[in-house]
């Protein structure tokens, strides 16, 4: 069910939750000071209280009575990333309800880069937003991706089709330095600028914990089965790009174009969900492409879709 901006508004203050967009994916929206309707977050996704949510802020100010401390170039990075699809996790006060961090002394901070996003949250106060999915699915990059998902009469508030497609990129600081801890719309290389130095993709720590809970857990998955070395001879099915020519009795699924990797990000999540609405049982996903910038996302995307 589609609802307006006002009636989000209205909904989230009275206590229910209900699906948001960003300029990354959809969002599944509670008020950050309402742990009722935050424990529904983690319900109607299936989703592990283990693995914690992103505060959403309208704005710097929105985030200061959170933060405990913060640490070096955060500033920086802040000026640069927000508002955009940049998730810093930052040590908090207990002014932020332990449901929300699952128990750590961190939480992750997003300004999110769409302005209906923002005059939302203006107006609510901070809002904790997991993506707008069933826990280990393809995220949602439209309204009707989160209808499948959570059914026709679920309340999301329309903001069309996603512009990025992709999850927002998480850095942590640890260690004297400032590490990846989710690959994601922003590409590695921005921050080099910023910080003098390209940060690491880090999935653990020193002492073998996941520096971002969510990375432990099964994502991103069609129902189908999906194969990335040789193409089988049996799978009829392939998700690939414009510019290759495949075998003619294949049918394919056009992630975009070799040379546009944002349209490719832009499609990722529609392409794999459009395999489940046609039924589609296996189907190849051609890998050969750059390893590098937002393709490393978008590889990384892929292969956690083929785990299972
Ligand atoms: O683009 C995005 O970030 C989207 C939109 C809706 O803003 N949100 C999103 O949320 O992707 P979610 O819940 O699907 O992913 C949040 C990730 C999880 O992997 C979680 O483990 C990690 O952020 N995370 C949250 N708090 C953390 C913390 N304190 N330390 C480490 N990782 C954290
Ligand atoms: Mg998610």
């Not at 309402?34 to 424990?39: L, V």
């Not at 401390?69 to 500033?75: A, K, S, T």
């Not at 640069?80 to 128990?103: H, K, N, Y």
């Not at 921005?190 to 809970?213: N, W």
Request: charge should be negative.
């Amino acid at each position: 069910m589609r609802i307006s901006l006002e009636e989000a508004v209205q909904q989230l203050t009275s206590g229910h939750v209900v699906a948001v967009p960003t300029e990354t994916v959809y969002g599944l929206a509670a008020l950050l000071q309402d742990p009722a309707a935050i424990e529904q977050v983690f319900i109607l996704k299936g989703r592990p209280f283990a693995n914690p949510l992103i505060i959403h802020v309208a704005s710097y100010k929105g985030l200061v009575p959170y933060v405990s401390h913060f640490p070096p170039h955060f500033e920086d990075l802040a000026q640069m990333c927000w508002p955009g699809p940049f998730t810093c996790i930052l040590p908090v006060r207990s002014t932020v309800p332990s449901i929300v961090r699952a128990g750590l002394d961190t939480a992750g901070f997003r300004i999110p880069g769409l302005p209906i996003t923002r005059e939302l949250i203006q107006a609510t106060g901070p809002l904790v937003m997991p993506s707008a999915n069933l826990s280990g699915r393809p995220s949602a990059t439209s309204p009707r991706h989160v209808e499948e998902d959570f059914g026709r009469n679920f309340p999301v508030m329309d903001g069309g089709e996603c512009r990025m497609g992709l999850e927002s990129t998480i850095l942590l600081y640890q260690e004297s330095e400032w590490v990846i801890v989710r690959l994601g719309a922003i590409p590695s290389t921005f921050f080099q600028s910023i910080l003098g130095y390209e940060p690491r993709f880090v999935k653990q720590s020193s002492d073998h914990q996941p520096l971002c809970p969510g990375q432990a857990f099964r994502h991103y998955a069609p129902n189908a089965h999906l194969f990335v070395h040789e193409l089988p001879l049996a799978v009829k099915n392939i998700v690939g790009f414009t510019e290759r020519n495949y075998p003619v009795d294949r049918r394919v699924f056009i992630l975009g174009s070799l040379h546009k990797p944002e349209q490719v990000a832009e499609n990722l999540y529609k392409v794999l969900r459009q395999l489940d609405q046609e039924n589609v049982q296996e189907a190849w996903v051609d890998m050969d492409f750059p390893k590098e910038g937002l393709w490393l996302t978008i590889a990384e995307r892929l292969l956690r879709a083929c785990d299972r």
